[in-house]
């Protein structure tokens, strides 16, 4: 499974998006391997245009849903703390998504570049789309 951020999925749903980032998420729901969690949720349906709510709405729930429990808040918190230590700030969703992905060991696909920066202080596994998508740890 590869967990999209908003990042990825706001850019796939703008008429004038990247295509290379459209074709990646679409061949991610080709293949059932795309999924979402809260905080995602927020950030992509809590700043949809009221006509797109419903639609949206109906996309969203045929694909894989990761809740967030209060133990990967404290993860989340722990990896703030870390990142911290060595100097990054980062938008705290955005470490509460990569925390999800690292305990879930998954992959995360994502257009910011925060999860870059993440990805050079945790194990945290950037999806590369191509051929079979794949991560590497080394390009972060």
């Not at 951020?5 to 008429?15: G, K, M, N, T």
């Not at 209060?70 to 990896?79: G, T, Y």
């Amino acid at each position: 499974m590869v967990l999209v951020d908003s990042s990825a999925w706001i850019e796939s749903l703008r008429r004038k998006g990247d295509m290379h980032v459209k074709l990646a998420v679409e061949g991610l729901l080709d293949a059932y391997e795309a999924m979402w969690c809260s905080p995602v949720r927020l950030e992509v349906l809590g700043g949809a245009r009221r006509d797109e709510r419903a639609r949206l709405g109906r996309m969203f729930s045929v694909i894989p849903y990761r809740s967030c429990k209060e133990d990967d808040w404290d993860r989340a918190v722990a990896l703030a703390w870390r990142l911290r230590g060595r100097g990054l700030t980062v938008p705290w969703l955005d470490v509460l998504i990569a925390s999800v992905a690292i305990h879930d060991e998954v992959r995360l696909y994502a257009v910011d570049k925060h999860f870059r920066e993440i990805a050079r202080h945790c194990p945290l596994m950037l999806y590369q789309p191509g051929y079979g998508g794949s991560f590497n740890d080394t390009d972060g």
